[in-house]
Nanobody, 123 residues
Framework: QVQLVESGGGLVQAGGSLRLSCAVP????????MGWFRQAPGKEREFVAA????????YYADSVQGRFTISADNSANTVYLQMNNLKSEDTAVYYC????????????????WGQGTQVTVSS
């Protein structure tokens, strides 16, 4: 497992933007792919976006495709989630996760998690 430290959540109006950060200070081979998930009250944790550190093939949930962008900064060992045109349904706690899998949208494949950061979108 690796340590993940998230930041950047907050309160924003619908249509606004936020950028989440996930620092991975002790990055190892067990963090081949980095993902963002979110969990709204009363719902299961769901996949949002993921990328390998190469940034070659990021992939997204249909609900955020075209609005969110995931990127990895190798020099800073940090993964970002740029969220634009936010909607009220994006309100959730956002978690950063790491997996040694080459590709995964499934939370059970992720062995390391950050503490979560709250994103609230007001309509």
């Amino acid at each position: 497992q690796v340590q993940l430290v998230e930041s950047g959540g907050g309160l924003v109006q619908a249509g606004g933007s936020l950028r989440l950060s996930c620092a991975v200070p002790g990055r190892t081979f067990s963090a081949h792919t980095m993902g963002w998930f979110r969990q709204a009250p009363g719902k299961e944790r769901e996949f949002v976006a993921a990328t390998a550190w190469s940034n070659l093939y990021p992939y997204y949930a249909d609900s955020v495709q075209g609005r969110f962008t995931i990127s990895a900064d190798n020099s800073a060992n940090t993964v970002y989630l740029q969220m634009n045109n936010l909607k009220s349904e994006d309100t959730a706690v956002y978690y950063c996760g790491a997996t040694r899998a080459v590709y995964s949208r499934h939370r059970y494949d992720y062995s390391s998690w950050g503490q979560g950061t709250q994103v609230t979108v007001s309509s």
